[in-house]
């Protein structure tokens, strides 16, 4: 059995109907209200499948909508959130003054949270820092920090580039074996880790092929077998989602 401890559907409806055949334990991102609508539509009978919301910080520019609040006020887990320097030109205090409102939010509800960092880890460890929480570091590539994070207690879930990325190998082998999880972030974003074009969405059988060579990568480091790590990820993933 295979686990995606964050992912996106792109409302792509093949994807969908997959994850409910798979019976797989998932995280789904909803990044706008358009997208918990189309998430919770079409994945109501996706017995093993968690929704995720947040305002991520690329879209931090409009604030928090009243919209944004009533799904924050009721997501099994928000995010995925964060802070980013690299990839988006909104003004770091406008992204984390969105950010620290979610943060509150997750707080004051003991929920679980995303967190999204790109070239801001040192704010990003602030802020959490200053609001204790279960919190699931998605897609970490940064050679630093990562020994603060983990003291945090944080759970990190490993991407696709864990195949070639010497700073996601390094954290993959140190994880805590009761924090380390796999993901994809969405099958479009694995074909763009492996420098992969193609015409439209990859299709949905990719899902467990991915997860299966980023286990195959992980458990070479860490000295142990794939299943023991795909188990190992699909364990942790529900102690994360469990109150």
């Known amino acids: 059995m295979w686990s995606d401890a964050h992912t996106h559907l792109h409302q792509h409806l093949p994807y969908a109907n997959y994850l409910k055949q ?3 334990r998932v995280i789904v991102n909803s ?4 997208e918990w609508q189309w998430n919770q539509k079409h994945l109501k009978d996706a017995k093993r499948v968690t929704l995720s919301y ?6 931090s520019v409009l604030g928090l909508t009243t919209e944004d609040q009533s799904y924050l006020a009721k997501t099994p887990v928000i995010g995925e959130i964060g802070l980013d320097q690299e990839w988006t030109d909104v003004p770091l205090e406008t992204q984390r003054t969105v950010f620290e409102q979610q943060l509150a939010i997750a707080s004051s509800r ?3 949270v995303v967190l999204h960092t790109k070239a801001a880890e040192a704010e990003v460890l602030d802020c959490i820092q200053q609001h204790p929480g279960r ?4 897609w ?6 990562q020994a603060d994070f983990i003291a945090l207690g944080c759970w990190f879930s490993i991407g696709p580039d864990v195949v070639t990325q010497p700073d996601v190998q390094a954290l993959a082998a140190r994880i805590p074996a009761d924090k380390l999880l796999l993901e994809t972030d969405g099958l479009p974003a694995v074909d763009w880790s492996y420098g992969q074009k193609r015409e439209g969405y990859p299709p949905p059988d990719n899902w467990p092929k991915v997860l299966h060579q980023s286990a195959e990568t992980v458990a070479q480091l860490r000295g142990t077998t794939v299943d023991t790590i ?3 990820a699909e364990q942790n993933l529900e102690t994360f989602l469990t109150p």
């Open 22 to 24: 798979s019976d797989s």
């Open 135 to 138: 919190y699931l570091v998605h």
């Open 31 to 34: 990044q706008s209200p358009v």
């Open 54 to 59: 947040g305002v991520h910080p690329w879209d």
């Open 230 to 232: 795909l188990a190992l």
């Open 110 to 112: 003991q929920c679980p």
């Open 140 to 145: 970490y590539d940064c050679a630093d920090y």
